[in-house]
């Protein structure tokens, strides 16, 4: 294991952080000097950032902590054209206002993670479409496009593997490395920023960054970037039975969230709670150390202390007394997840498997049997064992009707 002599990298490799760092002894050395400056660039192709960006935002987090300033990026005028890298098709095309849109709401979690202002450590949010939609097409390709060769750029696994696929790659896409490493260099002229972070996905693109300056006559920049974080069992983090794993609470709920940590797999609880928790190292190490049914007592720790990175402590509290309650007492908490249903719809009956579709516990009715076949579906704590079951008012109780798949979800229906 390498040895530095910055807190920024050591912090990092100690939580299991890096995966791949150009000139290693260069960037350790001048983030020793004083503070350096940093980004992360993030492209509004949705209105949430999702938990596989929590780690590069984690990154930053780590970096402010460390003494530097970080920059978050706002994709504005690279999200109209959209990253190809490792993807079997052509991401669709954005609209000016449905970019604007997500980046507002993209907004809403850097806020809880980053101390933003005017001092020397304190992060920064600027958008690429301030300079990207300004540029004078013709002076590009000869001041930054002449730079990039194009046998270089199909060498790029991310280029590489669509084209042994046979599936196609757009002029407009191809562009994409060109437009991000030409957004290292701006950022270098405007802010001074020496380095750039992202997942191991993003490496021949910020290679890119450090490429262009050097061939512009710019400053040595650095490449930092961040291992594809999977369980134990080899399946990408990110997913959730009831779909992506969103930070924004409207998309998915803190209760959900916590949920998600507290099923984590026993071999990845001391991984995570390095990556996604800012508890000490040596009660990570405690922790993990945990065995039996003592690691249950981690997980809950792991889900309390994720949700209140990315929710707030009192959210990750709720969620921790909600999970209490539903697994300890089997009370019906008020946090639980809810799903509104009209009145009129519930007094005529509702079908258990279309009930289930709707909650998003299942995706097909035929889902829905073999889960009613298994014993795996619940309403109000009672295992379902009739397809043709109708939900009506006769089942509420306390105004809601509890579903629950498994032991360890649950949504709530409730008459609107």
Known sequence: MT????????????????????????????????????????????????????ISVTMLYWFQQTGHRPITLMGGGTSMVGDPSFRDD????????????????????????????????????????????????????????????????????????????????????????????????????????????????????????????????????YALTTPLLTKSSGEKMGKSASGAVWLNGDLFSPYDF????????????????????????????????????????????????????????DAANAAAETARKTFEEGALADSLPTVNIPQAELEAGVGVLAAFVNAGFVASNGEARRQIKGGGLRVNDVAVTDEKMMLTSALLTEGVIKLSLGKKRHILLKPA
Not at 16 to 23: A, E, F, P, T, Y
Not at 292 to 305: D, F, H, M, V, W
Request: some cysteine; charged content about 25%.
């Open 258 to 313: 916590w949920q998600y940590f507290r099923n984590t797999e026993d071999a990845d609880v001391g991984r995570f709670l390095k990556v996604f928790t800012r508890l000490p190292l040596d009660e990570i190490a405690k922790l993990a150390a945990l065995g039996g049914s003592e690691i249950n007592e981690a997980k809950k720790i792991l889900a309390t202390e994720a949700t209140a990175v990315v929710h707030g402590r």
């Open 3 to 54: 040895t530095y002599k910055s807190d920024f990298l050591n912090v990092l490799q100690s939580r299991g952080l890096i995966h791949q760092v150009s000139d290693a002894e260069a960037l350790d050395a001048a983030c020793c000097k004083g503070p350096v400056t940093a980004y992360v660039g993030y492209d509004a192709t949705a209105t949430s950032l999702h938990i596989g960006n929590l």
């Open 90 to 221: 052509q991401r669709q095309l954005l609209t000016v206002e449905k970019i604007a849109e997500n980046i507002e709401g993209i907004k809403k979690i850097f806020g809880k993670m980053l101390s933003y202002g005017d001092g020397a450590t304190d992060a920064l949010m600027v958008n690429n479409a301030d300079w990207l939609l300004k540029l004078n097409y013709v002076e590009f390709l000869r001041d930054v496009g002449r730079h990039f060769s194009v046998n270089r750029m199909l060498s790029f696994d991310s280029v590489k593997l669509r084209l042994d696929r046979d599936q196609s790659l757009s002029f407009l896409e191809f562009n994409y490395m060109i437009m991000q490493g030409y957004d290292f260099v701006e950022l270098n002229r405007r802010y001074g920023t020496l380095l750039q972070m992202g997942g191991s996905d993003q490496w021949g693109n910020i290679i890119n960054g450090v490429d262009l300056s050097h061939r512009m006559g710019g400053p040595q920049l």
